[in-house]
């Protein structure tokens, strides 16, 4: 079974502060990707990254791919209000379509 | 264009009565799943579909569950009879092709007395 470690589970911070929560894995994925989870909403897909190593930037969240492709981290510069929301990551092993999640970063960013 | 339609939006019931949940994929979608949230277990795929024939559903928890998509716009999850311990957020997606974005709807909160 492939298993997917998120830490911290829950983070608060104020805005304008730095963050970096981050997605581990024994297994190895074929891709990872992050999601921005809304109360009251489902799961929305930030990023696919899927090559090790792999650095992917968007606006201020910076996704980053491990080089043994187990692990990953996202980082966001300058947080802001409109960040806050749940953070997941999801890797995708050889059956594509099936993606094991982590039970995901909680984030609040204070104004 | 309106993305996965879900509903109802939020169930309450009493043990041992049946809850079914629907879903309306993206037109043009042909890849289906059903996903539960909870606090414990995160978010956990139940079943997938493909052109309509389920695919997967070894993470269909037990006989109690069952899943139908009778055509490419429609799909429904049943519990019968349901318990409290399958209070959840139950979750469908869909995506065109199994290896493409999954789209997911709004969720269905379910809670069972």
């Known amino acids: 079974t492939q298993l997917l470690e998120q830490s911290p589970q829950f983070l608060s911070i104020q805005e304008g502060e730095n963050l970096t929560v981050y997605c581990n894995s024994s297994s190895v994925f074929s891709s990872l990707q992050w999601y921005r989870q809304e109360p009251g909403e489902g799961p929305v897909l930030l990023v696919t990254?899927?090559?090790?190593?792999e650095v992917k930037k968007l606006k201020r969240l910076t996704f980053q791919f491990g080089d043994a492709r187990k692990d990953s981290s996202l980082h966001i510069t300058a947080a802001q209000p409109g960040d806050t929301g749940l953070y997941l990551c999801a890797g995708a092993g050889g059956s594509n379509y099936k993606l094991t999640f982590g039970k995901g970063t909680l984030l609040t960013v204070n104004p | 264009d309106a993305g996965v339609i879900q509903s109802p939006r939020h169930e309450v019931t009493e043990m041992g009565q049946e809850v079914t949940l629907r879903c309306k994929p993206i037109s043009g979608h042909n890849s289906l799943f059903w996903y539960r949230q909870t606090m414990m277990r995160g978010l956990e795929l139940l079943i997938y579909f493909n052109n309509n024939v389920p695919i997967d559903d070894s993470g269909m928890p037990e006989d109690r569950f069952s899943a139908k998509m009778p055509n490419a716009s429609f799909s429904t999850l049943k519990i019968q009879p349901s318990e409290p311990r399958d209070s959840a957020v139950y979750f469908c997606?869909?995506?065109?092709?199994?290896?493409?974005?999954?789209?997911f709807g709004p969720g269905t909160r379910l809670l069972v007395l």
């Open positions: 997606a869909s995506s065109f092709g199994d290896r493409e974005t999954q789209y």
């Open positions: 990254v899927v090559t090790g190593g």
